[in-house]
């Protein structure tokens, strides 16, 4: 990572008033200045990937107060639980899965600052800041904004000195993924659908502003649902139609599994199924399926998917550097059979590659 690349993200999250030296000021995604006397000692995130994003950041759960459900469910079926198991505990009143604030639940855990999403309208923010609650607004969809609210959260918190290593990680991964990708034949590229939602609902998503779509481009796919516009219902038979190479299935669904696909009588006939390429996106200290602070980690793990004669990395040694410098933590080989759902799908095309040695 370049010394200018850093001090643009600096820059882009963190303002220090001269008038009174010791405050934070940041701006936000929304253009909003927000300040702090103090780095932020309880925290609240209302938006899903940030729960593990503070941990990640803080190296412990302790100023994390309130979260998402979604992000507890995540914490108590993944590993982050066993890595802090305070965490499991830490209240998920102050929202719905809506992202709809519950004042009362924020006011009672008296927090220094709540992060909230921006873009989506003043109902999900309003009844924060009418609290009298500090606010931090960040947006979702692409790298360069993952870059910038870590920045902005790490600052926040008092550890900005976080920032320059997994910014750094970050840029070596993606750089060498695209260097290696752009010596391939385009004709290699192998069509992938990646499903946001799989049981009482299939969706999928264009891919414009897509996080999805851009690591499956980066990795060397094609998104097969880039026509798309937004997130929109699908049925079986779009996705006969597109007949992807590739299937990947979200780690939000707990009881999904890729057995589903391959005994379904549409889904089953499909380029993807009958190759045996269908993958369910890791759960490790986040899902791998959003952007977050393991996100390196799913490029490399779609990367080896995808192009296993072009990749050749260790992942299961990728992956224990990964989780000491995010969360100082020793992966065994179970911990990353789980997290990898080796049990579930360790016959898949390719997967053999990740097993332990």
């Not at 190759?275 to 779609?302: C, F, H, I």
Request: hydrophobic share 45%.
């Amino acid at each position: 990572m370049s010394s200018k690349t850093l001090a643009g993200l600096l820059a882009a999250a963190l303002i220090v008033t001269p008038a009174i030296a010791d405050d934070i000021v940041i701006t936000d995604h929304e253009n909003r200045t927000v300040t702090l006397p103090e780095a932020a000692m309880r925290v609240v995130t209302i938006p899903m990937p940030m729960a593990s994003g503070v941990i990640s950041l803080d190296g412990s759960s302790d100023k994390l107060v309130g979260l998402n459900p979604l992000s507890l469910t995540a914490i108590r079926e993944g590993i982050l639980g066993r890595i802090f198991p305070d965490a499991a505990s830490i209240s998920d009143a102050v929202t719905g899965t809506d992202f709809m604030p519950n004042v009362e639940a924020l006011a009672a855990v008296e927090p220094d600052l709540v992060i909230q999403w921006g873009g989506r309208g003043p109902e999900i923010v309003d009844p924060i800041t009418n609290a009298g609650l500090t606010t931090l607004l960040i947006k979702y969809g692409t790298e360069e904004l993952t870059r910038q609210y870590m920045t902005m959260v790490a600052t926040a918190i008092g550890r900005p000195e976080r920032i320059p290593e997994l910014v750094a990680w970050r840029d070596d991964v993606q750089q060498a993924i695209a260097a290696k990708v752009a010596t391939l034949p385009a004709d290699a590229r192998p069509s992938v659908l990646y499903l946001g939602r799989s049981l009482s609902d299939i969706t999928a998503s264009g891919s414009k502003g897509n996080y999805n779509a851009w690591y499956i481009d980066l990795a060397g796919g094609r998104s097969a649902s880039a026509e798309l516009e937004g997130s929109v219902s699908i049925n079986r038979e779009q996705i006969a139609q597109w007949d992807p190479d590739v299937i990947l299935l979200n780690s939000f669904e707990p009881n999904l599994d890729v057995s589903w696909v391959y005994t379904d009588p549409i889904l089953s006939l499909t380029k993807a199924a009958q190759a045996r390429r269908v993958y369910k996106m890791p759960l490790g200290g986040y899902r791998w399926d959003p952007p977050n602070q393991e996100s390196p980690l799913t490029w490399m793990w779609l990367a080896e998917l995808l192009h296993p004669d072009a990749f050749d990395y260790d992942l299961r040694a990728e992956m224990k550097a990964a989780y000491r410098k995010l969360y100082n933590y020793e992966l065994g080989d179970a911990d990353i059979d789980g997290i990898l759902w080796m049990a579930q799908q360790g016959d898949a095309a390719g997967y053999d590659q990740f097993r332990a040695n």
